[in-house]
């Protein structure tokens, strides 16, 4: 009997034995099981998924307990677009243009300056002859006239070189090169001044408020274009400038504007609308101008016709209205050079309506009628402060009386 019972308690704990190595083994395996999705490569299976969905919240679990791979995916996945953005904005910043200084500009434009020289080409084979006659001098008369030089500038200029060829007595190139380049020069009057006013001002309140520079003219004279090279011209000069698109009945002029300003990082204040009041835009150009700190404001307005007296009372309203906002420093009146004295008359009408201060001429190189720069200069008593000499974006210049007669006579 004590037999049977030793042997019943052996197998009863042969029985615990055996249950406890079983259950300690289904422990260690569901413990395993429970582990795996951890040792999954980031962002596979369904763990990937739910990581992706809870990135901040897994960022700081992860940080803790040392992997960090998840949060690491996530960045690379939103990473590339503001790589991409930047790299699209490079090409951006790299095509803005320095546009040529103004000195450089009179070096490399002087030679198509000379192409107006059919002037001066043709005086200098008249007065070159050793016996001038009155056929000659008739002949230097029309062709002075033909130049746009006008009536009393020629007379004047007539009646000066008869006297000194006469009195020299010369018929050397040489010296009647110089006799008509002093001549020439003298009606082209260099004493004028011909800065243009592109510093801020204080206004009468006592705030410093930028140059505003209307630019007005008619249709035609690519007054726009003159514009935006103005602009190029004045960021040439290390000047911050502001472009107001006033020309609202154009419906190109602001779009062809931003086109200008965008090439040399200049801002454009138009309107959202055809046809809106150009006296509220040149106003708002003007205001955020002032508000920007910039040193120049350059207002476009619709290129009209002298003789439309609706349109001109409109352009005397666009000056009336900027100059509540900030003093007009210059009216620049933009003449398309190869109209004479058609172009004469616009001006006396500009000049009439708002005090026009500086000439800007436009196709100047390879016409004859070089002589429109003394006519408006006598006619408008203000003086010609650009021209154009060409289609190129930096081919607006400074005038330069000198460089202009030495060009003429060359």
Do not use: C
């Not at 190109?252 to 801002?267: F, K």
């Not at 203000?382 to 000499?389: D, H, R």
């Amino acid at each position: 009997m004590g037999h049977t019972e030793s042997v019943l308690e052996d197998i009863w704990i042969y029985l615990v034995l055996a249950v406890v190595v079983i259950g300690g083994g289904a422990v260690a395996l569901f413990a395993g099981r429970g582990r795996k999705p951890r040792d999954l490569p980031p962002g596979s299976g369904d763990s990937g998924g739910a990581r992706s969905g809870t990135a901040t919240l897994d960022t700081g679990t992860d940080t803790a307990a040392g992997p960090v791979a998840p949060p690491e995916a996530d960045t690379d996945t939103t990473a590339p677009p503001p790589a991409v953005e930047q790299e699209s904005d490079a090409p951006q910043a790299a095509a803005l243009e320095r546009p040529e200084p103004a000195a450089g500009r009179m070096v490399r434009l002087r030679e198509r300056l000379a192409r107006s020289g059919a002037l001066g080409s043709t005086l200098l084979r008249l007065l070159s002859r050793g016996d001038i006659s009155e056929a000659d001098w008739e002949e230097i008369e029309e062709t002075l006239l033909l130049a746009d030089i006008g009536a009393g500038p020629t007379d004047e200029l007539m009646t000066a070189l008869r006297t000194r060829v006469k009195v020299l007595g010369t018929t050397d190139p040489e010296q009647v090169r110089d006799i008509l380049r002093e001549e020439l020069l003298t009606l082209v009057d260099p004493d004028m001044d011909r800065r243009l006013a592109a510093s801020p001002v204080v206004g009468d309140d006592g705030e410093p408020h930028p140059a505003t520079i209307l630019m007005v003219g008619v249709n035609g004279t690519g007054k726009t274009t003159t514009v935006g090279k103005l602009a190029r011209l004045l960021v040439a000069e290390d000047r911050d400038v502001l472009l107001g698109a006033a020309d609202t009945f154009r419906a190109a002029a602001a779009d062809q504007l931003a086109t200008w300003g965008e090439r040399v990082g200049v801002p454009v204040v138009r309107s959202d609308r055809d046809g809106a009041d150009p006296a509220a835009v040149a106003f708002d150009a003007v205001k955020a101008g002032r508000e920007a700190g910039v040193d120049v404001v350059l207002v476009d307005t619709a290129g009209r016709l002298q003789n439309k007296a609706g349109l001109m009372d409109e352009l005397g309203k666009i000056k009336r209205v900027v100059a509540r906002q900030a003093p007009v420093s210059e009216v620049l009146l933009v003449l398309d050079a190869t109209t004479g004295q058609n172009g004469m008359r616009q001006a006396q009408v500009f000049a009439e309506v708002v005090d026009v201060t500086g000439i800007v001429l436009t196709k100047l190189d390879g016409t004859a009628k070089g002589g429109i720069v003394v006519a408006v200069q006598r006619e408008l008593g203000v003086p010609v402060k650009f021209v154009g000499l060409g289609e190129g974006p930096d081919d607006l210049a400074p005038f330069d009386p000198k460089g202009f007669v030495d060009a003429l006579v060359s």
